[in-house]
């Protein structure tokens, strides 16, 4: 099912405002990103990228074109791993959220 232009605006909306939302959302997507589920994750990067930085903004920070970022988290997308975390830096750096990881034992 894909999301209308409203359910995004107000996906956006609420990054925009609530602080502990962009933060759950940020590590819902980098959740599912390792857990192997890298379309949803990278369909949350791209909403949080929409939602707070821009692919413009983020374009000068990286370095990159616009439209190689939207084309590394469009769902057949295959960012490296230096463009992944230089997008989740940048990320971490506009949305104010800095994220660690931990391991638990299964």
Known sequence: MALTREFK?????RVQRDPRFREALFTEAL??????DTTVGK???RDLVNATVGFEELAMTLKKP???LH???APRG????ENFFGIVTALQKK???KLRVTAKAS
């Open 66 to 68: 616009s439209k190689s």
């Open 95 to 97: 949305a104010r959220v």
């Open 31 to 36: 959740n599912a990103y390792f857990a192997g």
């Open 9 to 13: 605006n107000t996906v956006a909306a």
């Open 71 to 73: 084309r590394m988290l």
């Open 78 to 81: 295959n960012p490296s791993t």
């Open 43 to 45: 369909a949350i990067l």
